[in-house]
């Protein structure tokens, strides 16, 4: 186990959602039906065959979660099991050997030891951003399984995105020129191929003066699906937490957890089609959820020059610091999300 939560000495209060290098990575290999140990392994540099089955085949899936430093001293993940659960669809879909539960937190567990002393001290905002990533590292020419899988979790630390605890509101718009995921296709896994697809789009997006994009359904291009890498939500004029439920559409951990805080707020929560046309004015708030930021409240969506603008965030701001103050400890964690790390010292503060 390498040092303590904030051992690194970094600058903690200013940490950006970026790569820093850290002490290894763990890394496990899959051949002939069956995993390895694994290993903490300290180049940051993968060696794989020319003819990997992901560099041409993309047979590539990951996960992004993070690990807190609690009030109490504590070092804990947040819902790695929802985690575990995605990843193991996705591996399905993409005929990708799956792994245990047990296998998932061992390699975690792994990851965040060695690289303890990067985990950002309680009190700075920041997490131990952890992603676990499994992909066909065999060589093939011809499409089909790859004969040989590499299993790998890596761990940076990053900061909060809202400084100091306040949200802050961006513009988006709808994306009409492309399609993020196909009927009966992979938009509900976390297949690396969803994130390329979306670089184009969410440049041409920025460009235009909007740092997110809104994606609609591909096939009539009239039901909301989700952000460029966030799912959406809209809080309505009645109190209704409502989200699409299409199955295009990635099953976001961070939102799972919202909706269950939403409705221990006493909000009804909907997960139906949602029509962009017929309902995106009866919204008040509208949301962006994911790992990284929790929730990114939307001031205003914009499509083919009309701009529907929000009422604010309220709503957004508490179900936000609700989930941070859970994630450190603050408030008790009623739901049983977090997990302490296999091996760490939880010191009384």
């Known amino acids: ?52 089955n992901a560099l041409h085949y993309g047979q590539a899936l990951f996960e992004g979660q993070k690990v807190f430093h609690c009030k109490d001293g504590g070092v804990r993940i947040f819902s790695d099991k929802s985690n575990h659960a995605r990843m193991s669809a996705g591996c399905k879909r993409l005929h990708i050997p799956t792994m245990t539960l047990e296998m998932f937190q061992e390699a975690i567990d792994r990851a965040v030891k060695g690289n303890l002393d990067f985990v ?3 009190g700075s905002g920041g997490a131990l951003y952890v992603r676990p990533m499994i992909f066909g590292s065999g060589f093939q020419l011809g499409l089909g399984p790859s004969n040989e899988y590499t299993f790998a979790v890596v761990a940076c630390p990053v900061g909060s995105y809202y400084k100091g605890g306040t949200l802050t509101p961006i513009p988006a718009m709808v994306v009409e020129d492309y399609d993020r995921a196909a009927p009966l296709g992979v938009g509900g896994i976390k297949c690396a191929g969803n994130y390329a697809a979306d670089i184009q789009p969410a440049l041409e997006g920025k460009e235009a003066g909007f740092p997110i994009g809104l994606y609609l359904d591909a096939k009539e291009k009239k039901y909301i699906e989700e952000f460029n890498t966030s799912n959406f939500i809209g809080i309505t004029k009645d109190g209704a937490y409502v989200t699409p439920n299409s199955e295009s559409v990635l099953g976001s951990v961070t939102n799972k957890c919202l909706q269950q805080i939403a409705e221990d707020m006493g909000l009804k929560v909907e997960k139906r089609p949602v029509d962009f046309d017929a309902e995106i004015a009866t919204f008040e708030e509208i ?37 941070r103050s859970i994630q ?11 997990r302490t790390i296999t091996g760490t010292p939880i010191e009384k503060q």
């Open 1 to 52: 186990m390498a040092g303590a939560p904030g051992g690194a000495g970094l600058d903690w209060g200013n940490m950006a959602f970026s790569y820093l290098p850290v002490n290894c990575h763990v890394q496990y290999k899959w051949s002939n039906g069956v995993w390895d140990q694994g290993e903490e392994v300290n180049d940051p540099y993968l060696k794989v065959h020319i003819m990997a």
């Open 120 to 122: 950002p001290p309680y």
């Open 287 to 323: 949301g962006a959820v994911g790992t990284a930021v929790v929730v990114t409240p939307i001031a205003s969506v914009t499509r083919k020059g009309r701009k529907f603008e929000m009422k604010g965030h309220a709503t957004l701001q508490k179900l936000h610091d609700r989930v």
């Open 328 to 338: 450190v400890g603050d408030t008790p964690d009623t739901f049983s999300w977090m």
